[in-house]
């Protein structure tokens, strides 16, 4: 029986993402790392790896796939009420200690990290997605960014397809992994975990690569979320926040920012759940630094109008929600608020066309994704 390390290693296939260096090493740029990768090593992902040379990279298989409400992932700003067939590989760039993907994204890095991985195709992924009448395909549940050329492959097929794609992504880029997915991404959630380096540190990254990725997402004219989930006593002090926010609003005031509650999860059990009122304080000082579009996250029913949709011009109601669930829409056939005609930043549909799930389900019949451990 193989190992999970065996599964990796032979679902592959040579990278886009690199150039040869001396001495038989590479160096990957999927990443805000930039890996210089010896021979026969890998990078910090662990998933990609330098075999006689050249960069091998991840292919060929999923380690899970879901369909969300795409108000899951979240985005709030692009088409409501639609189903985002989602699907994750294995490893990540971070080591986050509060990880809700441990067992995928700290595969190869965690022992106790064992996932069974399936077989998978871009044909049979989009026709999955496509056989549930899924809008928009997304890679997420692990880093997406390291396994850049197989998202790639994947989202050619679905582009043919005519469906939407997207990342769910912690935003450690570069500029030449942004370049490579550009012409094939739609949507891009970055999660900004903190907006102070040394708590990057503590998860394994920089926060440089992370702020310089979500100018250039901006610029590059993706719709662009950003997730700040908010920690008590880790990353949600009033300087933190304030800092964050102003960066954000300093990029565009119209990104909407979504602050989500924290429970307890993977190595993280000390601090206390995000309670309403500390989701109420980072909105506020959201507010106060001039950002438009503000969420409340995972506490359905006690945020108030914080999970709702405002114009930002008249204030007036567009969208109303309950967690996931879509309880109202008002936008008009071209994205503007119906009452003050001011177009609402986003990508709509030209109409509301109801949503056919408002929590996460697994697809019914998955005979074209084949699990390799078994
Ligand atoms: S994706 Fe990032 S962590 Fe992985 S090998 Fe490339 S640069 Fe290193």
């Known amino acids: 029986m193989p190992t999970l390390k065996d599964v990796v290693y032979e679902h592959v296939r040579e990278g886009e993402l690199y ?46 796939v879901q369909f969300d409400p795409i108000e899951k992932k979240p985005f709030f700003h692009a088409y409501p009420g639609a189903l985002a067939y989602s699907f994750g590989m294995l490893g990540c ?73 997207a990342f769910v992504s912690n935003g450690n880029g570069t500029p030449q992994v942004l370049e490579y997915l550009r012409p094939w991404i739609d949507l891009y959630k970055v999660d900004l975990k903190s907006f102070d380096d040394r708590h990057y540190h503590q998860l394994g990254g920089r926060i440089g ?35 964050l926010a102003d960066f954000l609003a300093n ?48 506490l359905p029913g006690l945020v108030g109008d914080l999970e709702n949709t405002n114009c930002h011009h008249c204030g007036e109601l567009l969208i109303r929600r309950y967690g996931y669930f879509i309880e109202n829409y008002r936008l008009t056939t071209d994205g503007c608020c119906p009452s003050c005609k001011t177009t609402i930043p986003g990508r709509w549909a030209s109409k509301f066309q109801g949503q056919i799930a408002d929590r996460p389900f697994l697809p019914r019949r998955r005979s074209s994704l084949v699990n390799i451990l078994n």
């Open 19 to 64: 150039e040869t260096l001396d001495r038989n090493r590479v160096r990957c740029y999927a990443c805000g790392h930039y890996c210089p990768i010896p021979e026969g090593q890998p990078g910090v992902c662990k998933v990609r790896y330098n075999r006689g040379g050249k960069l091998y990279v991840p292919w060929g298989y999923v380690a899970g």
């Open 93 to 165: 760039d971070l080591h986050c200690a509060y990880c809700q993907n441990w067992v995928t994204s700290q595969a190869l890095r965690d022992p106790s990290a064992i996932s069974s991985p399936s077989q998978a195709s871009p044909e049979a992924l989009v026709r999955d997605a496509l056989r549930q009448r899924a809008k928009v395909l997304v890679s997420t549940y692990n880093e997406p960014l390291i396994t850049s050329e197989w998202a790639v492959a994947v989202f050619k097929e679905a582009k043919a397809a005519g469906l939407t794609t």
């Open 209 to 243: 690569p992370i702020l310089d990725t979500i100018r250039r997402l901006h610029e590059m004219n993706l719709w662009l979320e950003i997730v700040t989930l908010l920690i008590p006593g880790f990353n949600d002090s009033d300087d933190e926040l304030r800092r």
């Open 251 to 298: 990029v565009s005031p119209y990104i909407p920012w979504h602050v989500t509650a924290f429970h307890k999860d993977y190595k993280m059990d000390d601090p206390e759940d995000t309670r309403p009122e500390d989701l109420f304080r980072a909105a506020e000082i959201g507010q106060n630094a001039g950002l438009k579009y503000i969420y409340a996250g995972n």
